[in-house]
């Protein structure tokens, strides 16, 4: 009896793995002419420790983005790297970021940008007393706009805000000396978040009237700094000609350099490289990141007025030689590409979850779970 019982267990055990499997991979969600399955839900609640709603959920966006990347003819692979590329494809050349919009990102967090920096100031105040009309208000932002175009122009600040300022600075040109960043306006602060060593600030408008600031110095805080270098160069293109001939040439323009023939002479009569080759090779000043990884590299490494061996990058062969270093702060200039590309990845999400939300509501769902939206499958 008992090995009669054993058969009859071992026979019926299979039947009810396989009926439990077949409850387990009943259809979740209809996505259009595709499904998900509750197996899948599974693995996705287990994964990410959601509910079997908000597993389902995922899914169905999944396959939505899935069937659009193959409606694309964006190959199948790993689901994760095809939505990238999906992401990609939508979103190409469709997020903009004005120029604006940095500046008030960085205007609003302006007191952290600033903690703990001090500044040298120049200050030209064209007052507004209490109780001017808007006419007059109107007619004094005129006049500090003309003012601002005439420092922009190149004329003296000192003099013009002898002459123009109602600043109680204005007898000593306007000169503030330095200034805690912690005691000045919010208003002038947001200003000098943005502005590089020399810069005339935007018309600043506070309850004394209209401003302008001209940074002389500043210190303190979190400065990126770099170097700036001075370079010139001659190419040889390998894009025009055979790799050995631009190699052969290369060196043998080296050779003239090392012998004392004049780099400038060499570039204009050799160069391929037509912006420079007019200035002999000349490429001014040279900002980190402006140029190749190969030739930055080579550029950092050759000491001023000395002649690099020649090298190679995607345009060709290269000799360059070292002018001039000089420091330079980039903190504003690194401040606005981080502000930049902050907002591009917000507006990028914001614009693509919008895509999504259409997408979605064009398609074919149907929800095919209980209604207990907790419910965990074991």
């Known amino acids: ?25 009943q259809i979740a969600a209809v996505v259009n002419d595709d499904s998900v399955l509750m197996s899948e839900a599974q693995q996705r609640m287990n994964a990410r420790q959601l509910s079997l709603r908000q597993a389902v959920d995922e899914l169905v966006l999944e396959r939505l983005q899935l069937q659009q990347a193959k409606d694309k003819g ?6 994760q790297t095809v939505i990238t590329a999906l992401r990609a494809q939508m979103l190409k050349n469709s997020v903009k970021v004005s120029d604006q919009e940095v500046a008030e990102l960085i205007a609003s967090q302006s007191d952290t940008v600033t903690k703990g920096e001090s500044y040298h100031l120049q200050h030209i105040l064209l007052a507004t007393p209490a109780g001017v009309s808007a006419d007059q208000a109107n007619q004094t932002r005129e006049r500090a706009e003309q003012v601002r175009h005439r420092l922009l122009a190149g004329e003296d600040f000192a003099q013009l805000a002898k002459t123009t300022s109602d600043s109680h600075a204005a007898k000593q040109g306007g000169d503030l000396g330095w200034q805690a960043a912690a005691n000045l306006p ?31 110095e500043r210190e303190g805080g979190k400065r990126k700094m770099a170097e700036n270098i001075r370079t010139r160069h001659i190419l040889v293109s390998t894009t025009t000609r055979d790799e050995t001939l631009a190699k052969q040439k290369i060196d043998d323009l080296y050779q003239q350099a090392m012998q004392g023939a004049s780099f400038a002479q060499l570039a204009k009569a050799h160069s391929d490289d037509p912006g420079s080759a007019a200035k002999g090779g000349d490429l001014g000043w040279v900002t980190p990141g402006k140029t190749v990884p190969e030739f930055e590299q080579v550029m950092a490494q050759t000491p001023p007025n000395t002649l690099s061996q020649p090298f190679k990058t995607s345009f060709g062969w290269h000799i360059l030689q070292v ?14 590409d981080k502000a930049g590309d902050f907002l591009a990845e917000r507006k990028a999400e914001e614009q693509y979850q919008a895509w999504l939300q259409g997408l ?13 939206n907790n419910l965990q499958l074991h």
């Open 186 to 216: 919010a208003s002038f602060i947001r200003a000098l978040a943005l502005l590089k060593t020399g810069d005339i600030s935007e018309v600043i408008l506070d309850d004394s009237g209209f401003h302008l600031l001209k940074l002389l």
């Open 74 to 79: 964006i190959p199948e692979g790993d689901p």
């Open 323 to 336: 002018l001039a270093r000089q420091p330079v702060d980039q903190t504003v200039d690194s401040l606005r």
């Open 1 to 25: 009896m008992n090995k009669v019982w054993l058969l009859l267990v071992l026979a019926i055990t299979p039947l009810v793995q396989a009926a439990e499997d077949v409850a387990i991979d």
């Open 360 to 372: 979605r509501s064009k398609a074919f769902i149907e929800y095919r779970i209980p209604s207990d």
